[in-house]
């Protein structure tokens, strides 16, 4: 009874905070302030002021990661309605995700030679260009660390959605396909989130390049370790 006392109030936590940032991001509009990365702050801090653990708060917070794959599977919906502008564009799409999976695994290597991140690290960053739940599947089959893969992708989400609209703009990138592509490939699902804000077709192509960043990222993966490993 006490664990589904908790497992409740931590669910209940999760969803006040994200519902009460999502009124402010509404009213406001700026990237930062997308309730996603202002939510998860809010949590953290929670935890680390009562001292709380993240394995306490996860007997609730499993229920909501549970939700995480209906979730990807729902932008099958848009996608759907949109289909006839992704045939369109196969070509682009499929190349322009290609380049977005190779300059994000290459850029991640790089950054971490950098700064002299052990081999282990670096198996870790490599995924951060997939969406979550593959990315960790990726790591762990290289010999990364799971939880840590997971963390650099919600870095690189993060990332993306704060400085991404800003890139479109400097860049002058209006079409759909553009800002799709840009945000699906750059910041995974919270990507797709910004992209429904432009518009449907930005959002089924920005969940296409999301799905076909994992793909290709699970092949590409082992063949950037055999690259620059081996």
């Given at each position: 009874?006490?664990?589904?006392?908790?497992?409740?109030?931590?669910?209940?936590?999760?969803?006040?905070?994200?519902?009460?940032?999502?009124?402010?991001?509404?009213?406001?509009?700026?990237?930062?302030?997308?309730?996603?990365?202002?939510?998860?702050?809010?949590?953290?801090?929670?935890?680390?002021?009562?001292?709380?653990?993240?394995?306490?708060?996860?007997?609730?917070?499993?229920?909501?990661?549970?939700?995480?794959?209906?979730?990807?599977?729902?932008?099958?919906?848009?996608?759907?309605?949109?289909?006839?502008?992704?045939?369109?564009?196969?070509?682009?799409?499929?190349?322009?995700?290609?380049?977005?999976?190779?300059?994000?695994?290459?850029?991640?290597?790089?950054?971490?030679?950098?700064?002299?991140?052990?081999?282990?690290?670096?198996?870790?960053?490599?995924?951060?260009?997939?969406?979550?739940?593959?990315?960790?599947?990726?790591?762990?089959?290289?010999?990364?660390?799971?939880?840590?893969?997971?963390?650099?992708?919600?870095?690189?989400?993060?990332?993306?959605?704060?400085?991404?609209?800003?890139?479109?703009?400097?860049?002058?990138?209006?079409?759909?396909?553009?800002?799709?592509?840009?945000?699906?490939?750059?910041?995974?699902?919270?990507?797709?989130?910004?992209?429904?804000?432009?518009?449907?077709?930005?959002?089924?192509?920005?969940?296409?390049?999301?799905s076909l960043s994992a793909v290709f990222g699970s092949f590409l993966a082992p063949v950037?370790?055999?690259?620059?490993?081996?």
């Open positions: 009874m006490e664990t589904l006392s908790v497992a409740f109030f931590f669910i209940a936590l999760t969803f006040a905070a994200y519902f009460l940032l999502n009124l402010i991001y509404i009213k406001f509009h700026y990237s930062f302030l997308m309730p996603a990365l202002t939510a998860t702050f809010i949590i953290v801090l929670f935890l680390l002021a009562t001292g709380i653990s993240y394995d306490t708060y996860m007997i609730g917070g499993e229920w909501i990661d549970r939700l995480l794959g209906p979730a990807v599977v729902s932008l099958a919906i848009p996608l759907y309605k949109q289909r006839k502008l992704v045939l369109d564009n196969v070509v682009p799409v499929l190349a322009g995700i290609f380049v977005g999976v190779v300059t994000g695994m290459s850029t991640g290597i790089a950054l971490a030679k950098a700064f002299d991140f052990s081999h282990l690290l670096i198996l870790s960053v490599l995924p951060k260009s997939i969406t979550t739940p593959v990315a960790m599947e990726v790591s762990e089959q290289l010999g990364g660390i799971p939880s840590l893969a997971a963390v650099f992708v919600m870095i690189a989400g993060f990332t993306g959605i704060i400085l991404g609209p800003a890139f479109l703009r400097l860049l002058r990138i209006e079409s759909a396909i553009g800002i799709g592509m840009g945000l699906g490939a750059s910041a995974h699902g919270i990507g797709t989130a910004k992209a429904l804000e432009y518009g449907p077709q930005e959002a089924s192509i920005s969940s296409v390049a999301m950037f370790v055999w690259i620059f490993f081996l």
